[in-house]
Structures are given as structure tokens and as C-alpha cells.
């Protein structure tokens, strides 16, 4: 039962992530694209399929892993997470170099590139206070990690959800909705956790 | 015939234009009397290559690109004015140089140009226009199309004096 259960996640995590990998690879927009932009695209995919299993991996939920595996994998997906955003931002670059820097400087026309670069500078922010995170203390170090992520999410789906590009939309919606529940879920049960504690600290106090 | 489409998009443009023209008009009591010249676009200059030549048509064609030169103030039509087009098609990429064509306008201030299919590049389905001749002002435009799938578009130059 409990293996049946694990595997059931697992599969469902994977074909979250994979299909619209798939559906967007069939996409007919391809063969209008160089294999660098073709790149580029994918790595933005990839970042938001990463988006998803992180909150998983923080808070235990994928079977077979440890707390501590888990928060040891969620290290590494977060510094792919960030290789996935380079990847991505510099092959759009070399792609069109004055779209994207009209996008980095905030004077794009397009809707969604904002979104996009705030999520970028919110996801190397979170990486850079990480390697700092015991300087900071565990509570500090959760309300900021959290503040951030709650920026990655809004600002990756929202930025995800106005492209118009080789994604196939029902896919695309499914995906960044597991990403918001994801994070919702995960942070709401931190919040309830850390109020928890820190009204067990006042009571102890008492 | 033409037919009137209403739906949200042209609703909220045609709102924002009132607005637009109503505040305006009493900010700026004295332009309220003519037509006012169009601002380039952001992003209208990206990939831009100056002095492609005059042509028939971009590539194999397929897809129209259509538009009006028109003069601030009083709106008279433009003729022989000179506009570059260019875009991210199925023949090439914004920026290399078979992507890029240009047309004049004729007596009535309108242009037209045959071009290869537009298709979604950043983002969005966008083509990208040029008035850059030296005469007026130089305009840079970057209309969006309403679906990937349209094979026409269209973008209005109103030219101040440089």
C-alpha cells in the first residue's frame, strides 16, 4: 500500500513536469527557432517544473526521502534551479540581445518579462542568502526565505502564464497550478508551525 | 462591409483612447485642435536594420502588413514616404537581413507589404515598423497580433516635422 502510494506520487510529480516538456517539444514553433533559443525555452520549462519540487522537497512530502535527504536535495535543486534561470536569460540574450535587455532594464513592452526578471532576482537572492542562512538564524533566515519564495512563485507563474510561445496551454495551467498549491500548502503549514513555536516560547517565558 | 467586433479588447482600447484623447485635450488645450503624432513603441527599434531595400515583397509572402503615413496637425495623407518592415517569420529570424524589407506609400498615404508568415518570437506575435527617413521624426512601431494565426497586420504612422 504505502509503495503503491509512493509510486503513485512520484509518477504524478514526473508526469507534471514531463508532459508539458513533451507537449511543448511537439510544439510546430520549434522549427522556426535556432537550437540555442530552442534551449533557452526549455530552461525556462524546466525552472518551473524545479519551482514545484522544491516546496516537496522542503517539506518532506515526496516518499522515500528523508527530512534530511530532502532538505540536502532541496539544496542542489535550488542551485540548478538558478543554472536552469542563466541558461535561460543568456540564451535569450544571445538570441535577441535588445529584447532581453530591454527586459532586464524593466522598458520591455511585453507584459510578462517584469514578472520574469523579478522571479530571477528573487530566486539569486535566495541562493546568495542561503550560503549566509546560519548567519542569519533559523527564524530570520525562514521569513526571508519565504517572503522570496512567495515572489518566485507569483512572479514565475504569472510570468509563465502572459508567454505566448512554443508551451501548450492546458499543460502550462496545470503546471503552474501545482506550483501555486504547492507553495501555498507548504508555507501556510510553516506559518502554522512557526506560530506554534514561538507561542510555546512565550508560554515557557511565562 | 465592415464589421464592427466588440469584444473586451477593442472595448478597453476604444475606452482608453477616449480617456486618453479627454485628458489630454484638457492637459494640453492647444494640440486638442490637431492630430497628434504617434510615439514610437517601446521595444519598436529592437533588431532594427537601417536602409533595407525597397522590394515587391519580403521572401515568399503569405502574410500582409498594412498601414497609413499620415501628417500631425492636420492628417493629410503622405505619399512616397518610405517604411521598413521587418519581423520573426517562417523564413527567418528579426534579425537577419532577409527578415527586413521596405515599401513607399502611395497617393493616398497607405502602404502594403507582402511578407512570410509572422510568427510568436519573445513572447508575442510581433512585427515591427520604421518611418526613419530624416524628413519627420523618426517613429518606431511594434504592433501585436490578436492571434498567432492572422495573417495581417497593421500599424498608423501620424509624423511630426523633425
Known sequence: MRLAKATLVWAALAAAICVPIAAAAASPLLAWRGPLYILAGFAGIIALGLALVQPLLIAGYLPGLSAYRGRRVHHWTGGALVLAVLVHVAGLWITSPPDMIDALLFASPTPFSPFGVVAMWAIFAVALLALLRRRLGLRTWRIVHMSLAAVIVAGSVAHAMLVEG???????????????????????????????TSRGESLARQ | MTTVVLNRRNLLAAGGSILATGISGLLLPA?????????????????????????????????????????????????????????????????????????????????????????????????????????????????????????????????QPA
Open chain 1, 166 to 196: 512554443p508551451m501548450e496551454t492546458i499543460s502550462k495551467v496545470a503546471l503552474c497550478a501545482l506550483v501555486l498549491a504547492a507553495a501555498i500548502k507548504v508555507m501556510a503549514d510553516l506559518v502554522r508551525r512557526m506560530r506554534a
Open chain 2, 31 to 159: 494640440r486638442a485642435q490637431g492630430l497628434a503624432p504617434t510615439d514610437s513603441m517601446a521595444g519598436g527599434a529592437n533588431n532594427y536594420r537601417k536602409g533595407a531595400p525597397i522590394v515587391e515583397r519580403i521572401g515568399k509572402g503569405g502574410f500582409w502588413m498594412s498601414g497609413t503615413v499620415r501628417r500631425a496637425g492636420d492628417g493629410a495623407p503622405l505619399a512616397g514616404q518610405r517604411i521598413q518592415i521587418w519581423a520573426h517569420t517562417t523564413e527567418g529570424q528579426e534579425h537577419e537581413p532577409q527578415s527586413h524589407g521596405a515599401t513607399l506609400t502611395n497617393e493616398n498615404g497607405a502602404f502594403r507589404l507582402e511578407m512570410p508568415q509572422i510568427i510568436p518570437i519573445f513572447g508575442q506575435p510581433h512585427g515591427h515598423l520604421a518611418y526613419d527617413s530624416g524628413e519627420f521624426k523618426t517613429v518606431f512601431l511594434r504592433p501585436v497580433m490578436r492571434s498567432a494565426k492572422d495573417n495581417s497586420l497593421e500599424a498608423h504612422f501620424v509624423l
